[in-house]
């Protein structure tokens, strides 16, 4: 199981620091960046992309009264920190179903704007445990971290690009490897319909 303070020290290692630390919360320049950027750089990165260790599928309560143009209004899970869709009970058509995050004036909320009755959302949650980080979603966070301290440590604007890249680059075989852990539904086109194409 990675730990809090190795993907730290990922990071270190990255932007070329050839000191560890042992603890983020230790009296030193590399642990006092590190404590300051990585909350910050977990939710960064769980938004960035749809992980699935992080995936959350939730009954939406409804709250207050739903602005014009809008059939309901739901109250945001607490714990969301990207919306992904509104989940089709059967899902036979590809279509996404509308939403629309807002904030209710009277609560003071962050809402879910919707046409869909008794909606459920799917979103990516926020999961702060280590032990349930993913391989790829460790690799993307220690260079998404390395990115946020690389300046204020090194000095040096280019190592910042040059590890956004690396960043960027993480996502994208994460994206693949994401692929590999779902089954796609087929689909139920009639057959004249896919004899057309």
């Known amino acids: 199981m990675t730990t809090k303070v190795q993907i730290c020290n990922m990071a270190l290692g990255a932007i070329g620091e050839k000191s560890n630390i042992q603890s983020i919360t230790e009296r030193s320049p590399q642990a006092a960046k590190c404590n300051l950027y990585y909350d910050q750089m ?20 409804l709250i207050g009264t739903a ?8 109250a945001m899970p607490s714990d969301c920190l990207a919306a992904r869709e509104i989940v089709r009970e059967i899902r036979i058509n590809t279509d996404r179903i509308p939403y629309k995050i807002a904030r209710d004036r009277t609560s003071n909320m962050r809402v879910i704007l919707t046409n869909q009755a008794e909606a459920e959302l799917r979103y990516t949650g926020l999961v702060t445990d280590t032990s349930q980080f993913s391989p790829w979603f460790v690799e993307a966070l220690s260079l ?18 040059r590890q956004l890249q690396l960043y960027n680059r993480a996502l994208q075989a994460a994206a693949a490897a994401s692929a590999n852990e779902e089954e796609q539904e087929e689909s139920n086109d009639a057959d004249w319909i896919r004899d057309r194409e």
């Open 42 to 61: 977990v939710e960064v990165v769980l938004s960035d992309f749809d992980w699935n260790f992080a995936s959350v599928t939730e009954t939406l309560a």
């Open 67 to 74: 602005p014009t143009g809008w059939s309901y209004q739901y």
């Open 144 to 161: 998404r971290l390395s990115a946020a301290i690389a300046e204020p440590l090194t000095r040096k604007k280019d190592l910042v690009v």
